[in-house]
């Protein structure tokens, strides 16, 4: 009993994290308390292997990455189409805050934010995965390294690349917008 | 965050698209949590194993009925043993096998106590 409050105390201490890494690393809120119950149950399992040389956070981060492989592995199988994370209904982008800006620079953000995650979900799972512990998470490359099992130089080389092949797809889609634009005027 | 902010104006398209993009990757989501997911996490928890405690005799109890397996056929192929080379080597391989079996009985006797 006392070691499922404690644990209770583990989940609520996490929840935060292992929701919006998952939620940003499928993309999609479909199933989101299912797979964020996956993640605490292995770690539960795994605590008696677990030896401590690592943080629990670091250790959760791995877990959650593995079940979000498993997610998309999952929806490969069945070759369904999913509710995306800009989608009208459930696009979390609506609620960030921009308390500053005007309305239509709150458009444009937001339609912005969109392209980005979007071209988030055209990225390998690795380049994915990666630039979402560094940036939305703010690991360190040792820790990204850790929980994925990877040298450092490859977390590196994984990071550079996929953020370059984000800014050349919002590079080319801005370009095709600006096209678009010129022709309508026309 | 990881990259230091940069006076807007003195940047050139490449790099302001690379601060908005960094920008947008450092958005972080605020997903909708159950108010009760911990505690349904917790009810999910598997019950772990209770460690018996009471040791179990299962091995030594068959070692025991083996040995005495072992020396019943030991006796009962005695008298078909002499001047018969097969019932000679089958008494040779039991008889090896009842002193192997004394052996480790010992041994994990002693290591028992």
């Given at each position: ?107 444009e ?63 080319q889609r801005q370009i095709q917008e600006r096209r678009a634009t010129c022709t309508t005027n026309q | ?113």
């Amino acid at each position: 009993m006392h070691t499922d409050l404690t644990f209770e105390q583990v989940v609520r201490d996490h929840q935060d994290m292992v929701f919006r890494t998952l939620l940003r690393l499928t993309g999609t809120r479909e199933h989101l308390d299912d797979l964020a119950q996956d993640v605490f149950l292995r770690l539960y399992r795994a605590l008696p292997s677990f030896r401590g040389e690592a943080l629990i956070t670091t250790y959760l981060y791995r877990i959650a990455v593995n079940v979000a492989q498993d997610e998309w592995k999952r929806r490969r199988r069945e070759d369904r189409t999913h509710t995306s994370l800009s989608d009208d209904t459930s696009g979390w982008e609506d609620r960030l805050p921009h308390p500053d800006r005007n309305a239509e620079q709150q458009i444009e953000e937001r339609e912005f934010q969109q392209s980005v995650e979007e071209q988030l979900r055209r990225l390998s799972h690795i380049e994915r995965t990666i630039i979402v512990l560094y940036h939305q998470e703010e690991r360190t490359y040792e820790q990204i390294a850790y929980a994925l099992g990877l040298p450092i130089g490859t977390v590196r080389t994984h990071l550079h690349r996929g953020r370059k092949k984000l800014r050349e797809a919002l590079q080319q889609r801005q370009i095709q917008e600006r096209r678009a634009t010129c022709t309508t005027n026309q | 965050m990881h990259d230091e902010p940069v006076n807007q104006h003195d940047l050139s398209p490449a790099e302001h698209l690379d601060q908005r993009i960094i920008r947008a990757l450092e958005a972080v989501p605020e997903p909708q949590i159950p108010a009760d997911f911990a505690a349904r996490v917790a009810r999910q928890l598997p019950t772990r194993r209770p460690v018996s405690l009471t040791p179990t005799h299962y091995g030594h109890n068959a070692m025991l009925v083996s040995m005495v397996a072992t020396l019943a056929a030991l006796i009962a192929l005695a008298p078909h043993a002499t001047g018969h080379a097969t019932f000679d080597l089958l008494e040779w391989l039991l008889f090896a096998q009842f002193i192997l079996l004394a052996v480790w009985f010992s041994v994990r006797r002693h290591s028992l106590r």
